[in-house]
């Protein structure tokens, strides 16, 4: 009889702390949602592809972009995409027209709150 008892609490505790953990994990998941983030990186650091991608998980959903010189006195390429939330969105185009040996640096702009953020790379 006992040992009924045993495995009865046992069996409890343990779909109480699987319900609790679930919980938690579904309020960290919907307040990452809520409070949102995007982000963008390079889809090849190391080689001489300009290519990247922008990561949305926030509401808003325009954003727009150019790339630049180090001192940003000129502009080589520029653009506006639509990114869905939770999407993640890839942008490839040609570095031919851009001079190599030559620091670029890409600006991305939420086009909501605009807050913005840069990446860099070198062209070898």
């Excluded at 300009?50 to 727009?64: A, V």
């Excluded at 031919?96 to 890409?106: E, G, N």
């Amino acid at each position: 009889m006992s040992e009924k008892k045993i495995i009865i609490v046992i069996s409890v505790f343990v779909l109480v702390v699987f319900s609790a953990l679930s919980w938690r994990e579904m309020k960290f998941q919907t307040g990452t949602y809520r409070n949102g983030w995007w982000g963008i990186y390079f889809n090849d650091p190391k080689g001489s592809s300009l290519d990247f991608t922008i990561n949305n998980e926030s509401k808003p959903e325009k954003f727009s972009w150019k790339v630049t010189s180090q001192d940003g006195s000129t502009t080589f390429l520029q653009g506006t995409e639509n990114v869905s939330s939770g999407e993640k969105r890839e942008l490839s185009f040609s570095s031919q027209d851009i001079p190599q040996s030559q620091k670029i640096i890409i600006k991305v702009t939420n086009g909501s709150d605009g807050t913005e953020k840069d990446i860099y790379k070198t062209l070898p």
